[in-house]
């Protein structure tokens, strides 16, 4: 079986910068080359065009193209012609490809084709409450429908998918997964009263109502530190940076106890994880979130969102908390139980570990996907 992902994003030294989408990508392709299947990435919208091997997976890096007319569409007949030669010449069996922005709207091929639902801009605008673009919600739509399977990392994610595109379509769950061995526990804690949040500096990730959340944890706990991690994106609401605007809401007094790293290696990410006392994570719009497992896997007492997917990854009082991020008094008040009761954030952890290990690992999720996959090429 040779099966072949379209992405935008992947984490390699040679490609554009990558986020959550890339790493689960990453993940299940390691665990299929472990069982003996063939894999090949085409990461488009590159800045150079490379093909290379690496790991027992081939790589394709597929170069942006300008058009003078309906670029849109004539880069994505120029990924089929590409695809097409491929599939062909080293017999592809499946294309699986992401519902972001609907790459394969308008795209023909010889070989099945699965959407993989880790969030279209259509989910994330329903979370957030803004308009989408007319253009953004068609393509989306459109590949959607021309699929001839649909997977979805969580339930929520289905779910809400199917009612914004008004779906008749069955979607099978599968969950992302994590190789454990590459997160262990850790109880490296250099700074007991330390926090720590890691992914986009952006408001769908609850970034600004951290600030509302870490002021009142300064008010109870003077000497506790946040540390932020991620880069900086203009806020789609005020167009300016969402770091400032952050900034902007603390009290002077927990200004003072904020570190920000603009980005940093997957290594460093790691390194600040098994160093932090509570991982803070109150996002309101996400699929299934990588960032979640990695901080779960490494044994790190959490305080997330209780927002549709959380409940799939988190059990409130047993992996960690969960808690409206709107309510700043009720989130702060249980970050403050484990930067308490050190004791009980080892406990969490170890619970959500398991969490992990039970639901998550990569090697039992791998085998979830290789029938799936074996299902839709032989169309059953």
Known sequence: MHIAFLTPEFPHLKSTPSGGLGTSIKNLAISLVEKNIKVSIFIYGQEQDLKLEENGISFHFIKQKKYKFLGWYSYRKFLQQYLSKEIKEKNIDLIEAPDWTGITAFINLNCPVIIRMHGSDAYFCHLEGRKQKWKNHFFEKQAIKRANALVSVSNFTAVQTKKIFKLHKPITVIPNSLDLSLFPPSNKVSDKNRLLYFGTIIRKKGVLELAGIFNQVIIKKPEAQLFLIGKDVVDILKKQSTLELFKAKLIPEARKQIKYFREVSYLEIKEHLAETTVVVLP?????????????????????????????????????????????????????????????????????????????????????????????????I
Not at 298 to 323: C, F, P, Q, R
Not at 338 to 346: G, I, V, Y
């Open 283 to 379: 996002s309101f719009a996400e699929a299934l979130p990588m960032t979640w497992l990695e901080a779960m896997a490494m044994e790190k007492a959490m305080v997330t969102s209780n927002i549709g997917w959380a409940n799939e990854l988190m059990i409130d009082g047993e992996t960690g908390y969960t808690e409206n991020p709107k309510d700043h008094k009720a989130y702060a008040r249980k970050i403050c139980v484990f930067l308490n009761d050190a004791k009980l954030a080892r406990q969490m952890g170890k619970k959500a570990r398991q969490q992990v290990f039970s639901k998550f690992s990569t090697k039992k999720v791998v085998h979830q996907n290789i029938r799936f996959y074996e299902m839709v090429i032989l169309g």
